[in-house]
């Protein structure tokens, strides 16, 4: 509330803080007439003096740290914090007078705010119209980026899972280095046992293993 004029009797003020809410309701200095005033109204709460001093300390500290990062560093963290908050990475437009740029940001983390609304694979792809490949493939660089992104609402087949970790760990155990890790060889092996799936499917199962 704001006033354009009041009377205030500051001398039966009995907390901190009374004084500066009640001259802070004018408008204007000329607006108010002060009828009593103690010195102790305008005191400020110790505690909240206290706080505001750690919170300066904090914020010289954070100073520090921040000009200690790299350029992308400093981006990551951001980006993090905008995904913490709820807020979004969707591309938007930034006009300057004459011209306008799009302000880019990587696709996958694009993928991930959907994915932390609790969208599935299919419904991504639709939304951002992509492949599933090519969403699967923006997952598997989230959880590179992010491991502890929550990814249960994509969970596949239990068995699917145990198929691919039992291919995956034969891989494992082979001698060529070269096939590990590599998605043809364990389609491959997967064959080799008697189990046909996509390579979508493998990919998604391997997340989980």
Same mark, same amino acid.
């Not at 991930?112 to 939304?127: Q, V, Y």
């Not at 280095?177 to 590599?182: I, T």
């Given at each position: ?5 009041? @009377? ?5 003020? !009995?907390? !901190? ?62 980006? @993090? ?50 492949? !599933? ?44 280095? @070269? ?31």
């Amino acid at each position: 509330m704001s006033l354009d004029n009041a @009377e205030i009797d500051l001398e039966h003020s !009995f907390a !901190f803080g009374m004084g500066y809410v009640a001259l802070s309701r004018v408008r204007k200095l000329s607006g108010i007439r002060l009828i009593g005033f103690k010195p102790s109204a305008l005191l400020v709460d110790p505690q909240v003096s206290a706080f505001d001093k750690g919170l300066r300390t904090q914020s010289k500290d954070n100073e520090l740290l921040f000009s200690k990062l790299t350029k992308g560093e400093q981006e990551k963290l951001e980006r @993090e914090f905008i995904l913490r908050m709820d807020g979004t990475l969707q591309v938007s437009k930034i006009t300057n007078d004459k011209t306008s740029r799009l302000k880019n940001v990587p696709t996958h983390l694009l993928t991930k705010e959907l994915l932390d609304k609790g969208m599935d694979l299919k419904e991504i792809a639709k939304e951002r119209g992509y492949t !599933f490949g090519t969403i699967i493939h923006h997952l598997e660089d989230v959880m590179k980026e992010f491991p502890v992104t929550i990814i249960t609402h994509l969970r596949p087949d239990q068995r699917n899972i145990d198929i691919v970790k039992k291919a995956n760990d034969a891989l494992k155990a082979d001698d060529k280095l @070269e096939n590990k890790g590599k998605l043809a060889p364990l389609k491959f092996t997967l064959e080799k046992m008697g189990h046909k799936m996509s390579y979508e499917d493998i990919r998604l199962a391997r997340l989980f293993i």
